[in-house]
């Protein structure tokens, strides 16, 4: 259970744990937000992020995983927790929001939750660069006044850095960001001075607005 949400999740063959524990405290910051909403939960997994904000009230929410295993936990979850509104989408994320973007599709939330994009200090130009295609791709597919929820478990990937990809890509199709939250890893999750690997959670909680410039 997580946040009042009860999940049942493979701790074995599953990812990591079985379950990332490492942004409990950044899912329930959504919670606040998600009520009558219409939620994109992009690299979902077994649909952490929005079955706790279908759980808050959203309305809809559709969930995006290349893992044919997380989709069906994500079916799963949504059941046992008597919700109705989950749909998902089983494929490759870029190629999903692309589709998505094609099909004129609007969310009111679109949370972003990859796997570390720059894996290796040698990956960081292409790493900042989906990046930057991704948080693109995001706030397309965000209404008016939508609430994008970019998050990054890289550690080669800096909050300074990941606020100025936000908002070169928010730019780059006309959108005014503005940064209302910032998230870390949870306290489970110490970082250690002088060890910065173990401070590599972050997420940003971003308005966009349009027709604002
Ligand atoms: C950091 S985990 C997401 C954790 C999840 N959001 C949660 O809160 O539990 C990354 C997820 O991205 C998925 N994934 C990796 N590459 C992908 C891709 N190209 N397209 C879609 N999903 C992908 C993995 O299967 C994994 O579930």
């Given at each position: 259970?997580?946040?009042?949400?009860?999940f049942?999740?493979?701790?074995?063959?599953?990812?990591?744990?079985?379950?990332f524990?490492?942004?409990?405290?950044?899912?329930?910051?959504?919670?606040?937000?998600?009520?009558?909403?219409?939620?994109?939960?992009?690299?979902?997994?077994?649909?952490?992020?929005?079955i706790?904000?279908?759980?808050?009230?959203?309305?809809?929410?559709?969930?995006?995983?290349?893992?044919?295993?997380?989709?069906?936990?994500?079916?799963?979850?949504?059941?046992?927790?008597?919700?109705?509104?989950?749909?998902?989408?089983?494929?490759?994320?870029?190629?999903?929001?692309?589709?998505?973007?094609?099909?004129?599709?609007?969310?009111?939330?679109?949370?972003?939750?990859?796997?570390?994009?720059?894996?290796?200090?040698?990956?960081?130009?292409?790493?900042?660069?989906?990046?930057?295609?991704?948080?693109?791709?995001?706030?397309?597919?965000?209404?008016?006044?939508?609430?994008?929820?970019?998050?990054?478990?890289?550690?080669?990937?800096?909050?300074?850095?990941?606020?100025?990809?936000?908002?070169?890509?928010?730019?780059?199709?006309?959108?005014?960001?503005?940064?209302?939250?910032?998230?870390?890893?949870?306290?489970?999750?110490?970082?250690?001075?002088?060890?910065?690997?173990?401070?590599y959670?972050?997420?940003?909680?971003?308005?966009?607005?349009?027709?604002?410039?």
């Amino acid at each position: 259970e997580e946040n009042g949400v009860r999940f049942e999740v493979p701790m074995e063959g599953g990812q990591k744990t079985g379950w990332f524990y490492d942004h409990r405290m950044n899912r329930q910051r959504l919670q606040a937000y998600a009520p009558g909403k219409r939620v994109l939960d992009v690299f979902s997994y077994v649909g952490g992020w929005g079955i706790q904000a279908a759980c808050a009230g959203a309305t809809q929410v559709t969930c995006v995983d290349s893992s044919a295993g997380a989709i069906d936990s994500v079916h799963h979850n949504a059941k046992i927790n008597g919700l109705d509104n989950i749909e998902t989408i089983e494929g490759d994320a870029f190629d999903a929001l692309k589709a998505l973007c094609d099909e004129k599709e609007k969310f009111d939330i679109v949370v972003l939750d990859p796997p570390a994009l720059i894996p290796r200090r040698r990956d960081q130009k292409a790493g900042e660069e989906a990046y930057a295609r991704l948080n693109q791709l995001g706030l397309r597919l965000l209404g008016r006044d939508g609430l994008l929820v970019s998050a990054s478990c890289s550690m080669h990937l800096s909050q300074e850095k990941l606020t100025d990809i936000i908002r070169g890509s928010g730019r780059k199709i006309d959108r005014f960001v503005q940064l209302l939250e910032q998230g870390h890893q949870a306290p489970d999750h110490p970082v250690v001075p002088g060890i910065p690997e173990t401070d590599y959670i972050k997420s940003c909680f971003v308005r966009s607005l349009t027709g604002f410039l």
